[in-house]
């Protein structure tokens, strides 16, 4: 079973817009989430993270917010930028869901200059 | 090195075949997973070893999967009898432990091997 899913497949943006994507998950158990970037051929890289405890948290261009009573986070990319073109993965790990991360099925992003 | 290793980038064999991928850590690390990714599917988790403790094997999908670290370093992953559900890109992380109760939020990531079972 997908505990966290990313619905959307893929998205393109125009570049200086605001980037949007979105993450649900279904463990009430999660403590933490994150979002990696992944661009071909390299392997995901961290990019942002959010503790259950918080509903936002901001780097830069980059803000995740967390929605716990509706299970849903976002991530905001503003301005967007060619070079976030990429695939973004979002994950969430819990103190008591075991050792692993679990991950969605990541959403494509272009950024379109 | 620098980062996580990861070889060979690219295999191809034979269903029925053994196979083996190798993930170098950065040095020191103590946790080391794998995970995998297949067409159109997230990362899934394979196993985590962290230090002298037993791994979590929980996510190795059939008895077909093994995974070995030797020497708190070097993992090695070996399928035998590869099926063509295998193929995917196999993704080794390591990290540093945080505290108890904490989480180990940076990830390092291989490059990945991908798998191809013809």
């Known amino acids: 079973d997908q505990q966290v899913k990313q619905n959307s497949p893929s998205l393109s943006v125009q570049e200086g817009r605001i980037s949007i994507l979105n993450c649900d998950y279904t463990n009430s158990m999660f403590d933490y989430f994150l979002w990696y970037k992944k661009y071909p051929a390299e392997g995901p890289t961290f990019l942002i993270s959010i503790s259950s405890i918080k509903d936002k948290n901001e780097d830069g261009r980059f803000t995740v917010f967390l929605n716990k009573s509706a299970k849903h986070l976002s991530l905001h990319i503003v301005p967007s930028q060619p070079g976030d073109s990429a695939v973004y993965f979002c994950?969430?790990?819990?103190?008591?869901?075991?050792?692993?991360?679990?991950f969605g099925t990541g959403t494509s992003l272009t950024v379109i200059p | 090195g620098a980062g996580v290793s990861q070889s060979p980038s690219n295999k191809v064999t034979e269903k029925g075949k053994d196979v083996e991928l190798r993930c170098d850590p950065i040095s020191g690390h103590t946790a080391l997973y794998w995970y995998r990714q297949s067409l159109g599917q997230g990362l899934e988790f394979l196993i985590y070893?962290?230090?002298?403790?037993?791994?979590?094997k929980s996510g190795l999908p059939s008895d077909r999967f093994s995974a070995e670290r030797t020497g708190g370093s070097v993992s090695t992953l070996t399928i035998q009898r590869t099926q063509q559900e295998d193929s995917a890109v196999y993704l080794c992380?390591?990290?540093?432990?945080?505290?108890?109760?904490?989480?180990?939020?940076?990830?390092?990531f291989g490059s990945g091997t991908q798998l191809s079972v013809l």
């Open positions: 070893f962290q230090g002298n403790s037993a791994p979590d």
């Open positions: 994950a969430a790990w819990g103190l008591n869901t075991g050792n692993q991360f679990y």
């Open positions: 992380a390591s990290s540093l432990v945080a505290a108890p109760g904490t989480v180990n939020e940076k990830l390092f």
